[in-house]
T-cell receptor, first 110, second 114 residues
Framework: KQEVTQIPAALSVPEGENLVLNCSFTDSAIYNLQWFRQDPGKGLTSLLLIQSSQREQTSGRLNASLDKSSGRSTLYIAASQPGDSATYLCARMEGQNFVFGPGTRLSVLP | NAGVTQTPKFRILKIGQSMTLQCTQDMNHNYMYWYRQDPGMGLKLIYYSVGAGITDKGEVPNGYNVSRSTTEDFPLRLELAAPSQTSVYFC?????????????FGQGTRLTVV
């Protein structure tokens, strides 16, 4: 059974900092990887999808990279803002399904 | 656009009661999923469907049933509610691995079994 881990479990940073969230898998034979944001009591919002043939994706201040050889993905958030405070989840596609990590809870302090 | 819609948003059940969580999507996605999320844990797959009339078990299917009579709808049935089923339930959909793997999620149903 494949596992997805995320480090750190929680992170608190002052506004304006650049930060990196990490996602690792036990099997580097990855298909697709998706990053989500979850606000408290809410559903998941898709941030970035990296397909297996890609190495990175960018959207605004967010950049996600995928290194299949090491079984890792990173989410880079530039110039963090208090509105970025949320839980960030990564999920790899395994067959026809998604396997989720436990998430990183981010707090950006004004 | 509505996307993925789940009802109800909240529900309290007594042990042994049954209920159906509704999920509908308007994106003509073939793939639909039900996940549960427990505090501090990642999402775990309960059931999934790759098209109308086709369903399959995920990682934690015990105590649940699903059906997929149409492309749009994928209800999740709890027959005999147990406290272990207290969780937040999320429905999701996508075109699938070949057609477009990006998943879209509903807002969740928070279920408490007492």
């Amino acid at each position: 059974k494949q596992e997805v881990t995320q480090i750190p479990a929680a992170l608190s940073v002052p506004e304006g900092e650049n930060l990196v969230l990490n996602c690792s898998f036990t099997d580097s034979a990855i298909y697709n990887l998706q990053w989500f944001r979850q606000d408290p009591g809410k559903g998941l919002t898709s941030l970035l999808l990296i397909q297996s043939s890609q190495r990175e994706q960018t959207s605004g201040r967010l950049n996600a990279s995928l290194d299949k050889s090491s079984g890792r993905s990173t989410l880079y958030i530039a110039a963090s803002q208090p509105g970025d405070s949320a839980t960030y989840l990564c999920a790899r596609m395994e067959g026809q399904n998604f396997v989720f990590g436990p998430g990183t809870r981010l707090s950006v302090l004004p | 656009n509505a996307g993925v819609t789940q009802t109800p948003k909240f529900r309290i059940l007594k042990i042994g009661q049954s209920m159906t969580l509704q999920c509908t999507q308007d994106m003509n996605h073939n793939y639909m999923y039900w996940y549960r999320q427990d505090p501090g844990m990642g999402l775990k797959l309960i059931y999934y469907s790759v098209g109308a009339g086709i369903t399959d078990k995920g990682e934690v299917p015990n105590g649940y049933n699903v059906s997929r009579s149409t492309t749009e709808d994928f209800p999740l049935r709890l027959e005999l509610a147990a406290p272990s089923q207290t969780s937040v339930y999320f429905c999701a959909s996508s075109y699938g691995p070949q057609g477009g793997p990006e998943a879209f999620f509903g807002q969740g149903t928070r279920l408490t079994v007492v």
